[in-house]
């Protein structure tokens, strides 16, 4: 009942590195995806079109004419992220879409900059906030929105729930799922792990994820705190859930902000049952800040968030009871099952 297209707005060599992970997901699903620079020069000839892509050069007023002519064709479009809505934001006309539909991807304390879009605009943005708090933080500078609550949400299993506290073997493992960039910073990570590192000597801290250690800085903060031989950079993984089970992580740490886990990586590794410890960049106040009891605890203090993560590597009920909180928040409340009237309603 519901057709859907992908119009990326990047070529697919020239986008993120995992792009090409995606493509092949939603390929498999049998979902059109169009590329904005073959729409743009769909009817030149393969000489106009390298020449194109060579200089790059096209004017605005085409750009829009081609992409609004595009657009007019579906019923409902969405945008995903604003960042992506802001990049679009020049060539789009708002008359040309029933409504804009932004669904939410990086959290107000990413910075300003992915909120540089028009304020005055009526928008309908979709987000994983629920509380009026939350919402009216986020949204404050816009005069005019609806909201729509929608959390990231997927098909759920018992089957990867494997993790068991390990009272065995000696070596504690650490796990970071992230992006490797500067706009990623682990420093809060690397911190705790040092002081952790003085308290446990036989941990270690594995980092997974795509991107240049060097580049991003990682390298840097690892050099200077000394903890070459205990941190490893992991690289890209396809499968967060085969490696943390062939990995017999203990504990994984995340990006969060207001006690929720920033992505879907926390909640895949959440129905393995591995328990999970965050830090909040949220600059706003926190009343459950550096709360173990949390079913997503999130620290704004290295010494705290260290004292947290070593009662869960050697405490073996706390370890246990967090492990137990999280995967059943994730499986009751983020069920696509129970979710779906939702995508429904917001598509129709």
Excluded at 50 to 74: A, H, V
Excluded at 155 to 164: A, F, G, L, Y
Excluded at 203 to 210: R, T
Excluded at 274 to 295: A, H, M, R, S, V
Aim: proline share 3%; hydrophobic share 40%; aromatic share 16%.
């Amino acid at each position: 009942e519901i057709e859907l297209e992908i119009l990326c707005l990047f070529d697919l060599n020239s986008a993120s590195p995992h792009a090409n992970f995606f493509y092949k997901k939603h390929k498999s699903l049998n979902t059109p995806i169009t590329f904005f620079f073959d729409l743009l020069f769909n009817k030149k000839s393969l000489l106009d079109k390298l020449k194109g892509k060579l200089s790059g050069k096209i004017s605005l007023s085409l750009k829009q004419k081609i992409l609004n002519n595009y657009l007019k064709q579906f019923d409902d479009v969405f945008f995903m992220g604003e960042y992506t809505y802001q990049y679009c934001e020049k060539i789009v006309y708002p008359e040309s879409l029933n409504r804009i539909n932004i669904f939410v991807m990086s959290a107000r304390f990413q910075g300003e900059v992915f909120r540089a879009i028009n304020k005055k605009t009526n928008y309908l943005f979709i987000t994983c906030f629920k509380d009026d708090a939350e919402i009216l933080y986020e949204f404050e500078s816009f005069e005019k929105y609806h909201h729509i609550y929608f959390p990231l949400t997927f098909e759920v299993t018992k089957e990867d729930k494997t993790w068991r506290f390990n009272d065995i073997r000696k070596q504690k493992r650490i796990g970071i799922f992230t992006r490797l960039s500067a706009a990623k910073p682990i420093d809060p990570f690397l911190y705790t792990f040092q002081i952790l590192l003085s308290q446990l000597p036989g941990i270690e801290l594995h980092i997974y994820g795509g991107g240049n250690p060097e580049e991003a800085g990682y390298n840097r903060y690892i050099r200077h705190l000394g903890l070459e031989n205990k941190v490893f950079l992991r690289g890209h993984q396809e499968n967060m859930v085969s490696i943390i089970k062939s990995d017999e992580l203990d504990l994984v740490w995340f990006q969060g902000i207001l006690n929720k886990p920033a992505g879907y990586a926390a909640l895949d590794v959440g129905l393995t049952g591995t328990p999970q410890l965050f830090w909040d960049f949220f600059t706003g106040i926190n009343p459950e800040i550096n709360n173990l009891n949390c079913i997503f605890p999130h620290f704004k203090s290295v010494v705290l968030f260290a004292n947290a993560s070593k009662q869960i590597l050697t405490e073996k009920d706390k370890a246990q009871q967090l492990s137990e909180r999280q995967f059943n928040e994730i499986y009751i409340n983020r069920n696509i099952d129970y979710l779906f009237n939702s995508i429904e309603y917001l598509f129709k």
